[in-house]
């Protein structure tokens, strides 16, 4: 069974832009979260989503977004992108019904912002 | 406010040692406590997990201890090899909340 996968792999993009991406799910699991890895802040959850709603949100600005398509695919956005938005970005998925912690994860979409 | 505080932030371990990892929560409602393990260039991978019901899980050389009253846990490995050289990151959740709350990692590294 394929793993998740993420598209792209590597960003590089300029303060005030915007930026989509992409996250394909272990087939049959239907809950996708987001979540931003730094050196400084560590990991920490974006939101998940499930069923095409959100589910979960962190507590990060309105400038990040997300959203699940019904083949429980899912993007996530962020807008008027900032230096401090420079991060890895991890998709991780699950089962519903599944443990919460029994998330599977993606290899990451590295964003650089300058 | 940080809810799961890991430590050490870095260990070095000789081939052959056990390697602990300690990390202690806030949040009493947390009932799922997994433990990942994250390479260079990859996304985190689930190790091991335990429930606040059990006080240990041990899964090859890896062994969960938990203890509740204190709110803690902690990542034992067992004869450590250079391959476990990795960041370990320790988890909680409540719930069937799918929100994992990490603490910062520990960077191990096993010598030969």
């Known amino acids: 069974k394929a793993g998740v996968t993420q598209t792209p792999r590597y960003l590089i993009k300029t303060r005030g832009q915007q930026v989509t991406l992409s996250c394909s799910p272990i087939?049959?699991?239907?809950?996708v979260s987001w979540y931003q890895q730094t050196p400084g802040q560590g990991l920490q959850f974006l939101f998940e989503?499930?069923?095409?709603?959100?589910?979960n949100k962190g507590n990060f600005p309105g400038r990040f977004s997300g959203r699940q398509f019904s083949n429980s695919r899912s993007e996530m956005n962020v807008s008027t992108l900032e230096l401090g938005d420079s991060a890895l970005y991890l998709c991780a998925s699950s089962l519903a019904g599944g443990a919460p912690g029994e998330q599977y994860f993606g290899p990451g979409t590295r964003l650089t912002v300058t | 406010q940080q809810q799961v505080k890991q430590s050490p932030q870095s260990l070095i371990v000789q081939k052959g040692g056990i390697s602990i990892i300690n990390c202690a929560y806030e949040n009493t409602a947390f009932d799922y406590f997994p433990w990942y393990q994250q390479f260079p260039g990859k996304g985190p991978a689930l190790l091991i997990a335990?429930?606040?019901?059990?006080s240990e899980k041990k899964e090859g050389r890896f062994t969960i201890s938990f203890n509740k009253s204190a709110k803690q846990f902690s990542l034992h490995i067992m004869d450590s090899q250079p391959g476990d050289s990795a960041t370990y990151f320790c988890?909680?959740?409540?719930?069937?909340?799918?929100?994992?709350?990490f603490g910062k990692g520990t960077l191990l590294t096993v010598n030969p």
């Open positions: 335990i429930r606040p019901d059990v």
């Open positions: 989503y499930f069923s095409e709603t959100q589910r």
């Open positions: 087939s049959g699991h239907r809950s």
């Open positions: 988890a909680a959740s409540k719930g069937s909340n799918y929100k994992l709350t």
